[in-house]
Nanobody, 113 residues
Framework: QVQLVESGGGLVQPGGPLRPSCAAP????????MRWVRQAPEKGLEWVSE????????YYGDSVKGRFTISRDNAKNAQYLQMNSLKPEETALYYC??????WGQGTQVTVSS
């Protein structure tokens, strides 16, 4: 499996924005749906968002709809997750994943004052 690489996590105050990224070097990126999945401390995996291979369609979990925006740049083999109005309960490890089964190691997002 190809290793995906997330970056751009960090500490943000409640209500603030953050924009993690995911790089997929050496991967036929444009062929696959891409998604973001998160795991809060001591909780299971939660699907957050997904984007079609050509970027024309996007999908969101109910809890993030209207606040998060997924996007991708197939020329750069990268995808992004613009997160606005973040809440403390959204503190989690955010994973990038591809529809062919590859995952990244995750980037930590901590929402705290």
């Amino acid at each position: 499996q190809v290793q995906l690489v997330e970056s751009g996590g960090g500490l943000v105050q409640p209500g603030g924005p953050l924009r993690p990224s995911c790089a997929a070097p050496g991967f036929t990126f444009s062929s696959y749906y891409m998604r973001w999945v998160r795991q809060a401390p001591e909780k299971g995996l939660e699907w957050v968002s997904e984007i079609k291979s050509d970027g024309d369609s996007t999908y969101y979990g109910d809890s993030v709809k209207g606040r998060f925006t997924i996007s991708r740049d197939n020329a750069k083999n990268a995808q992004y997750l613009q997160m606005n109005s973040l809440k403390p309960e959204e503190t989690a490890l955010y994973y990038c994943a591809a529809s062919q089964g590859s995952w990244g190691q995750g980037t930590q997002v901590t929402v705290s004052s």
